[in-house]
């Protein structure tokens, strides 16, 4: 999954675009002959005390460039990142597959009904609190029984209004201090029990960059060595900046297990 940020205050400069068709349809193009499966649109910037923007220019921001893709590119998988009902509905109609709720429903009341409405998949993210506040909300008595029991909660409801495919996503660097992201990271094959995908997205995050005292334009290197530990831990999709470079991982990955 290939991530392009149509926001200029995404933590990672280089995943910034602006709203501009050639710029848009060069990055999806590149991204996909770097051998992307899925491309991940967003307009809000989720990183860690984000402005909060009207979902109007969300809209504004994602409704085009889903559009210019899905003309251009019609064979790709488009995900809308999106927390916000009306703008996954938008998103959808513009020709995008499938949504990507970095709030599990948590932050939209209307979301799930949404989803089963529009009959698409839907990926659920464990989150505490809101991209402004989730780093005030890392208190855990036990970290992955929480996380596995948020997803069991999530899951009923989300069988009840009917929704059938559906990929979890523990939320690396949402609401997690860099020890909890590296604990749960370590333990990952634990979210197997659930028999849903997993999705993994690590690329360029603070638990790497923190860590290992970069910025995260330095980040790769980290990113890929992570990438490397997701998949045998047992992801089955890796959220990323560098397509290429997550592409080769996993190429080497499945000539080691496969």
Known sequence: MGVMNLTPDSFYEGSRLKLNKEEVLGRAQQMINDG??????????????????????????IEYPIHWISEEFPEIIISVDTFRSEVARRGIEAGAHMVNDISGGSLDPNMYKTIS??????????????????????????????ILNYFSEKLHIIREFGIKDVIIDPGFGFAKTLEQNYFLLKNLELFDMINLPILVGLSRKSM???????????????????????????????????????????????????
């Open 36 to 61: 992307t499966d899925i491309l991940d649109i967003g307009g809000y910037s989720s990183r860690p005390g984000a402005a909060n923007i009207s979902i109007e220019e969300e809209i504004q921001r």
């Open 208 to 258: 790497i960059y923190k860590l290992l005292e970069v910025e995260p334009s330095e980040a790769l290197n980290g990113t890929t060595a992570l990438n490397m530990v997701a998949l045998m831990k047992g992801a089955n999709i890796l959220r990323v900046h560098d397509v290429k470079e997550a592409n080769e991982t996993r190429k080497l990955f499945k000539q080691l297990y496969a």
């Open 117 to 146: 409405e529009l009959s698409v998949p839907y990926i659920i993210m464990h989150m505490q609190g809101t991209p402004q506040n989730m780093q005030g909300k890392t208190d855990y008595e036990n970290i992955l029984r929480e």
